[in-house]
Every structure is written in structure tokens, then in C-alpha cells.
T-cell receptor, first 114, second 116 residues
Framework: EAGVAQSPRYKIIEKRQSVAFWCNPI?????LYWYQQILGQGPKLLIQ????????DSQLPKDRFSAERLKGVDSTLKIQPAKLEDSAVYLC????????????FGPGTRLLVL | LAKTTQPISMDSYEGQEVNITCSHN???????ITWYQQFPSQGPRFIIQ???TKVTNEVASLFIPADRKSSTLSLPRVSLSDTAVYYC?????????????????FGGGTRVLVKP
């Protein structure tokens, strides 16, 4: 079974630029999560999808961050415009969404905003 | 959501048993306790989950006392490759119930260093 795929693995941009991250969850997993992990801290949930609907986006800075999961499979997280404090690893995770809520994480995208 | 407290770091040696205790004083009746492991440059990986008493799998054991206000992750005979950050999480939606996913809050984790 293939794991959660993310791209790109690394990205360097200047502040005020835009950036997008892509996630392909494990096949058949209904729930998809985006986390932000700042160096030295635990992951912080940004947004959670159930199929193509948003379940929780209470910690998503909606003035600059957006995410979508068209067709309930792949997902894209966008930052526009980026700030210095957005430098972090962005993790995508997925779970079956039924009786098994174990989350499986991708390798993450490391973003550096200069 | 129940807040968790765990030591910032722990050192151990190869072959020893490592026990990491997590405090969750305001755990709710429906909360489950889950532990994740994270290696550098990787996403967290599920280790074990439990509700009460003891749970054991091929990787670790999880001990939960009757009051459930704390839990201890036990890693038997650690090796250098067990050097990682270990996160204790308390989930407010138990598994086995069809719901919109488990909302888990990660704390700072415990950085375990296994020395030769």
C-alpha cells in the first residue's frame, strides 16, 4: 500500500510570494489533514477534510491560507502572501475515516520564507 | 480537548527500557490515548493507542492507570534507531465510531536520544 505523497519536498520563497503544496492521500482514505510544524514544536492542525467537505478549519489563517480537496482525493494547500513566520514543515495526513481513525503522515514539505 | 504534559527530553542507552510518562489530568470519559513517533525529516508515525489498563503491540506497551490521568509508553530494549520525538495525544472522539475523523492535538513531545 502506497503511503501519503507530498510535493514538493522543499520550497524557498520570498515573503509576500505565493506557494502551493500538494498531497495525495492513501487510496480509499476519506479523511485528510493538513498540519503545520514549526521547528522544535509538535504539528498543529490547520484543516481537516472528510471526503471533499471541510470538517475543521478553526486554526487555518484564512486571510492568507486556503485549501481544497476537489473530488475528495488530492488536496492542495496554498499560502498567499507568505510571511516569514510561515516557515515550517507542512504535513499532510490521511485516515480511513470510518472505524479506524489512525492517521498516516506524509514526509512533509519544508518551506523557508526569506 | 485534554492537554498533555510530557518531559521535554530523555537519554537512554542501547538495550535499555525507556519509559515516557504523559500527564493528562483533564482527560474526558470518551478520550483515547495515542502515541506517535517522529524521526527527523519525516512525518509522525502511529505507535500505539489505548483507553485503560495495558495495551501491547510489537513495538511498545502502553500502561494506563485506573484514573487515566496519566499514561506511560514503554519501549523495550531500545536501539539507536529509536532516537526520535515521541508525542502523547488525547483524542476526543474514540475509534470505532463513525465520525468526521479524530481531532488530535500534538504537544511538544519528548525527544528521546539513545546512546551506544
Amino acid at each position: 500500500e502506497a503511503g501519503v505523497a507530498q510535493s514538493p519536498r522543499y520550497k524557498i520563497i520570498e515573503k509576500r510570494q505565493s506557494v502551493a503544496f500538494w498531497c495525495n492521500p492513501i487510496s480509499g482514505h476519506a479523511t485528510l489533514y493538513w498540519y503545520q510544524q514549526i521547528l522544535g514544536q509538535g504539528p498543529k492542525l490547520l484543516i481537516q477534510f472528510q471526503n471533499n467537505g471541510v470538517v475543521d478549519d478553526s486554526q487555518l489563517p484564512k486571510d492568507r491560507f486556503s485549501a481544497e480537496r476537489l473530488k475528495g482525493v488530492d488536496s492542495t494547500l496554498k499560502i498567499q502572501p507568505a510571511k516569514l513566520e510561515d516557515s515550517a514543515v507542512y504535513l499532510c495526513a490521511s485516515s480511513r475515516g470510518l472505524a479506524d481513525e489512525t492517521q498516516y503522515f506524509g514526509p512533509g514539505t519544508r518551506l523557508l520564507v526569506l | 480537548l485534554a492537554k498533555t504534559t510530557q518531559p521535554i527530553s530523555m537519554d537512554s542507552y542501547e538495550g535499555q527500557e525507556v519509559n515516557i510518562t504523559c500527564s493528562h489530568n483533564n482527560i474526558a470519559t470518551n478520550d483515547y490515548i495515542t502515541w506517535y513517533q517522529q524521526f527527523p525529516s519525516q512525518g509522525p508515525r502511529f505507535i500505539i493507542q489505548g483507553y485503560k489498563t495495558k495495551v501491547t503491540n510489537e513495538v511498545a506497551s502502553l500502561f494506563i492507570p485506573a484514573d487515566r490521568k496519566s499514561s506511560t509508553l514503554s519501549l523495550p530494549r531500545v536501539s539507536l534507531s529509536d532516537t526520535a520525538v515521541y508525542y502523547c495525544l488525547v483524542g476526543d472522539i474514540p475509534p470505532g465510531i463513525k465520525a468526521a475523523g479524530n481531532k488530535l492535538t500534538f504537544g511538544g513531545g519528548t525527544r528521546v536520544l539513545v546512546k551506544p
